[in-house]
């Protein structure tokens, strides 16, 4: 009895969870952009650029200090320190200076990888906002394909009905029965085809915008898309982050190069004699150390040249990048001038072809001027017809939705 009881409050909660699905608003294309807005790799990318950010400043600042303390001239033969003249402890202070304007050159640096890095973020927000678009264009597709396919039952159905009137009246041979039955059957399985596709479009959904996938969808066509920008990919943060890093490459350089210059230290330091019957026990002195990089074959030579060829392999990155997004729009534009053309075919001509020959056949038919293959094949190509005008529209805003991802939205 408290199994059932148990089992019985999982399925209320599981009706309670289904219902909350459908009775919640339809899910919109704003909404499911804002919703994508969230995804975690955004962050990551900005939480990257802040840690940047932080290590400028620590690049740019110098060297901690160094204490220094030392007992010299301490005797082994008479241990203590009493018993010597010179024995001393010293208390001194050094601090580094590096090479050139190093400092300035690390913190340049890792303010472009800083730059980067806010370009990746932007870039995956539009990555994350085009995926989610098109996952949602796709979910639209298959509920509508799925629409259009359950809507098409009732016309089989009547075709089924037609035709065991028309058997049973000796006007037309079993054979016609058994056809109209089989693609009624055939109708049923590509119903259930279509379920399959339009429940793994809402799991692709889901995997951009978390449970609100499962809300229902809002009736009618396909949402319209805000317009793009001019032909120009400047401003695209793919490019943006390609800079950014030539820049922390040009810095590279840069530092390279200060190798080539010497490091200074100054030290400042006071000694006192530990004998207190000496006289002057206390001692101050100053010292300055600079390294002098005399040989540079195999190291600051080999260093630069290292640091310059990575330089010039971010420019060819660039470069690369830059082909590839043009490559990215020329492609996407022949792609939606095409569609736009076929789009237009199918809703002024095609449709209303498909649907009057579909009508002039049931009509022939039924005056037995034709047979019932004629009538099943038009029926077909009607139904065919509006399933490929669906996907030519998805197409198309698939293929807006490349484009604003490759040169922006325009903004008013």
Known sequence: MKERSIGRAWLLFGLIGMASHVLAEPLTLTEVEQRAARDPGIERFRLEARGHEEEAVA???????????????????????????MTQLQLGLRQTFPRGSTRHYRSQKQQALASAQQALAGNREKEVIREARSAYLQLLLEHQRLGVLKDSRELFENLVAMTERSSASGLVSRQDVMRAELEMERLEDR??????????????LARWIGDAAYRPLPEGGFPELPDWKDQDLTDHPRLAASRARMRAGDQSVALAEEAYKPEWSVQLGYGVRTNTAVANRHRLGAMISVDLPLFTGNRQDRRLAARQSERDAAVRERDEIRLALEREVNAAMADLEQLRERDARYRDRLLEVASANAEAAEKAYSAGTTDFTALMESRLLALETRLESLRLTAELKQARAQLLYLLGEDTP
């Open 59 to 85: 690049a740019g600042t110098l060297p901690d200090p160094q204490l220094m303390t030392e007992i010299m001239q301490f005797p082994l033969d008479r241990p203590g320190f009493q018993e010597d003249e």
């Open 191 to 204: 119903i259930l085809e279509a379920r399959q596709r339009h429940d793994r479009a809402r799991a692709s």
